[in-house]
């Protein structure tokens, strides 16, 4: 079992729709990211957590420490947001690592 | 634009050479990652410096190193290469040296291996 692992693997949602992706990990986390891949292939940070909810326009990302869980919501997704999107832990032993990324397709 | 630049592009090199990535932090991050993607294992850590000393090794080949310079300037030298090298080599900075910290990520260099 991996130890971050993403769901949906694939998603592909209608113009305007509220969208969640999952992100669940086994081990200790000093921090929590969510990352943002374009077609071209660059790479944004979306957002950093270490607990709660941060909110940047339209998206959301909320963290549950005990429950070892966190969330991306975008609502009114768009056809701009077709992405994969990659959640990313830092150990506690300075180490990053990744899930397998969940792949969004908005249709216009 | 992250400010973070990564050069070159992309490289196309033989089985068995050496290659060097280059990766320039953003003005005032200390911390440089490296990162590999590939299409059959996604990203994977590879290592990290904070202000010119190894912080911590992830999934990196002995056949790997890196390095960062007093200008804070790294570099992931890349040798003996394999088919299997071919990916895609992000950097990243952040300000600090342990996470909680924002990664910037550079464009990325796109090694093809033939």
């Known amino acids: 079992k991996n130890e971050v692992e993403q769901s949906p693997q694939n998603l592909t949602a209608q113009e305007g729709e509220f969208i969640t992706i999952n992100c669940s990990y086994s081990v200790g986390i000093s921090a929590l990211h969510w990352l943002q891949q374009h077609p071209g292939g660059g790479i944004v940070s979306l957002f950093m957590l270490s607990s709660g909810k941060k909110k940047h326009g339209r998206l959301i990302a909320t963290i549950n420490i005990q429950e070892k869980h966190s969330s991306l919501h975008i609502t009114a997704s768009h056809p701009r947001d077709s992405a994969v999107y990659i959640c990313a832990v830092n150990t506690g032993g300075f180490k990053t690592i990744f899930g397998a990324g969940t792949r969004l397709f908005v249709k216009a | 634009d992250s400010g973070v630049t990564q050069t070159p592009k992309h490289l196309i090199t033989a089985t068995g050479q050496r290659v060097t990535l280059r990766c320039s932090p953003r003005?005032?991050?200390?911390?440089v990652y490296w990162y590999q993607q590939s299409l059959d294992q996604g990203l994977q850590f590879l290592i990290q410096?904070?202000?010119?000393?190894?912080?911590a090794k992830g999934n990196i080949l002995e056949r790997f190193s890196a390095q960062q310079f007093p200008d804070l300037h790294s570099e992931l030298n890349l040798s003996s290469l394999e088919l299997g090298d071919s990916a895609l080599y992000f950097c990243a900075s952040s300000v600090g040296d342990a996470g909680g910290y924002e990664q910037y990520f550079g464009p990325g260099t796109r090694l093809t291996v033939t």
């Open positions: 410096y904070y202000n010119g000393e190894e912080r």
């Open positions: 003005s005032g991050d200390l911390s």
